[in-house]
């Protein structure tokens, strides 16, 4: 058996864990984990010997390419129409490689952390059941070399989406919340839908090289100026399925809302893998928009925008998994503001190094949920760093990897977003970004001054019984703390062209060098870069300082005491006292979309089914009703005597050859 050969069992392993859970996990009560977990563990390993050969170059190289080392299987063929051929298969190139390491390393740590987790729902078994279920189609999704299969597993995706925010349907607010996810990401997925159909159009012809990732791509580059649809609209049509699935302004407001689901769903879905496939899918058709530059302007500015917005808002909120959720909507508009600049390989780096520190950040969150019994308001913790050291300890780590600080993962990966922008001209996006890094910095530390230091706000006898979390927990917590350390080392040291760029570069070479005709230079550490870096690193220290000195411990020796009032003075004066109020009501995009789509939709909606039930309805309706009417006059004919019959034919001649006789008396 060929290592190839095992690719499909990716994803046959968590579908058969999802089945099988859903069938007799309800019987295997608190033993109902172990299937779960064992095929996740079974899909990592077979992922990460992938993802050795092909990123070692230990891997054949793909069909039709010259340097892109990988794997192309053909599975089934799923439509067998004539002309029309849609065919299931998979490739395992580098990017699909760092993509599984992410997923099914996150995915294994939280199916193990949500042991300790869920081990007191009653939904046990059904939790584990939909975490195998997200698992296949996320990798379903990664792995597919078809349009309408990354289309499917997409939709899989968010079903899953629905499914486990949605865990806790008895509690108002999570149904809430499941339906808001899924009827703000349909908004996209059309647009998705359109972009596919656009796409097969652009090709000109059926049959599988149209319905081929990569085939179609080049098919529309070599058609040019003859695509029925312009590559810039095509480019944007796919866009918007990346911005429902990733939570990008103005359909943003979802992801917030998405953290009335269970924690390992925060960490699992909505902050380290889902929302990453709207980044993934730009990456995949990079050729594609670096063919239609004006797209990758919008995908910029869009992203920059949503990395300031929700960097804004999440400097005032007091849920400590909110925090965390606007952390992800900025990360990830630093993600697609690099892929608008044409910095394709900082964005998947910044994807990767970001799944592991924020998946232990949000996980860290349900640690420490976990230890206070539910409470997720920041203004009833502190002190709670004597009490639970080793998520005190994890998450602190996590806090310096995305505020930037070298030399952690979060350092490497952002600050080649900004280098990249820099040097390809983007300087807005270059200093809207440094702005955002300072933010990000000062509104972590906000959280860990909140949560850790200083002294405990909440009851005093639930002081008494605060804890660290059990083994099964802690130790997921510290194993993400390792990559968030180390692999912004281990693949993007500043010296000449780095691991990832190496492992990357058949897959972006196009669109780097040829379509955008820009030059690539190394990411070096001195030069302009070593300028870059410095304002990089002094705004984000500046960040942690002024957090530290609004929220942080009391430094008695140093006469520094921690001054949070100082904070509400501020809030408080006029000017800034609106500001605040706007940060603190997400600058109030919940209330307009009510009114705009609820309040103001809804009497439109109203008005078009009166409308249509009064007058197009009506119409219908009254036609029937006096077809029955006429019908009803007309029946009474209908004696069944032959005399009226006989003297109806009388009368009918009668009048007849009276009007025959009258035309011919007079002709005119």
């Not at 990000?440 to 949560?451: D, E, K, V």
């Not at 009254?622 to 009226?644: C, F, K, P, S, Y």
Request: proline share 4%.
């Amino acid at each position: 058996m060929t290592l190839e050969s095992l690719i499909p069992l990716l994803v046959i392993l968590p579908l058969a864990g999802f089945a099988v859970t859903a069938l007799i996990g309800r019987r295997l009560g608190k033993q109902a984990h172990w299937i779960p977990v064992l095929v996740i563990f079974g899909a990592w390993a077979i992922a990460m010997a992938l993802a050795f050969q092909v990123l070692t170059g230990a891997a054949p190289l793909l069909e039709g390419s010259e340097e892109a080392h990988g794997y192309a299987l053909h599975w089934f063929t799923w439509i067998p129409a004539g002309d029309f051929v849609v065919e299931v298969g998979f490739v395992v190139d580098s990017l699909t490689a760092c993509l599984l390491i992410v997923v099914t390393t996150i995915g294994l740590l939280v199916h193990i952390y949500s042991v300790g987790y869920m081990s007191h729902d009653p939904g046990y078994w059904r939790f584990f059941a939909y975490l195998n279920l997200f698992m296949f189609s996320m990798l379903l999704l990664v792995l597919a070399d078809s349009w309408l299969v990354v289309f499917v597993a997409w939709e899989l995706v968010g079903l899953c989406s629905y499914l486990l925010i949605g865990f806790w349907y008895r509690k108002r607010s999570a149904a809430l919340a499941a339906k808001k996810a899924f009827i703000v990401n349909r908004v996209g997925d059309i647009g998705f839908a359109l972009g596919i159909m656009a796409i097969w159009v652009n090709t000109g012809a059926v049959g599988e090289a149209t319905l081929n990732i990569r085939e179609s791509i080049h098919t529309m580059l070599e058609a040019g100026d003859a695509n029925p649809i312009p590559l810039f609209a095509t480019a944007l049509l796919v866009f918007a399925g990346a911005m429902g699935k990733s939570a990008q302004f103005p359909l943003h407001v979802w992801l917030p809302d998405a953290m009335e689901g269970p924690t390992p769903v925060s960490a699992l879905i909505h902050a380290a893998t889902m929302v990453n496939a709207g980044v993934y899918l730009v990456a995949r058709s990079n050729e594609l928009f670096a063919s239609a530059p004006d797209a990758m302007v919008v995908v910029a500015a869009i992203g920059i925008f949503t990395a300031i917005l929700a960097a804004t808002i999440a400097m005032t909120q007091t849920d400590i998994k909110r925090v965390l959720a606007y952390s992800t909507l900025s990360q990830l508009g630093y993600m697609f503001a690099a892929l608008g600049v044409g910095a394709f390989t900082a964005a998947i780096f910044h994807l990767m190094t970001h799944g592991f520190f924020k998946g232990l950040l949000f996980l860290g969150s349900g640690s420490v949920i976990h230890a206070v019994h539910e409470e997720q308001d920041m203004r009833r913790m502190g002190g709670l760093a004597e009490k639970i050291p080793i998520t005190y300890a994890t998450m602190f780590i996590g806090s310096i990897a995305i505020s930037g600080i070298p030399p952690l993962a979060g350092f490497f990966s952002k600050d080649e977003i900004l280098g990249e922008a820099f040097k390809f001209g983007f300087y807005w996006v270059w200093g809207i970004g440094l702005f955002v890094a300072f933010l990000t910095a000062f509104y972590m530390f906000r959280l860990m001054g909140m949560t850790f230091w200083g002294t405990f706000r909440g009851p005093r006898e639930l002081w008494d019984r605060i804890h660290e979390s059990p083994r099964v927990m802690t130790v997921p917590l510290i194993l993400l703390a390792i990559p968030s350390i180390f692999l912004g080392l281990v693949l993007g040291l500043p010296f000449g062209d780095s691991t990832l760029h190496h492992w990357l570069e058949p897959v972006f070479h196009h669109s780097t060098e040829e379509l955008l005709q820009l030059p690539h230079e190394p990411y070096a550490l001195f030069g302009i870069d070593g300028i870059l870096i410095l304002a990089s690193v002094t705004v984000a220290a500046v960040g942690v300082a002024l957090a530290w000195r609004l929220f942080g411990a009391d430094l008695g020796a140093l006469r520094l005491p921690a001054r949070p009032e100082r904070v509400r003075e501020i809030s408080s004066r006029p000017g800034l006292a609106f500001l605040y109020r706007a940060s603190l009501n997400k600058w109030w995009f919940d209330e307009l979309y009510h009114l705009l789509f609820i309040v103001i939709g809804g009497r439109i909606a109203a008005a078009m089914w009166w409308f249509d039930r009064e007058v197009v309805d009506g119409t219908v309706n009254d036609v029937g009703r006096a077809t029955v009417g006429a019908g009803r006059g007309l029946r009474r004919v209908q004696t069944g005597r032959v005399q009226n019959y006989a003297l109806g034919i009388a009368l009918g001649l009668i009048v007849m050859a009276g009007s025959y006789l009258i035309l011919v008396g007079n002709p005119r």
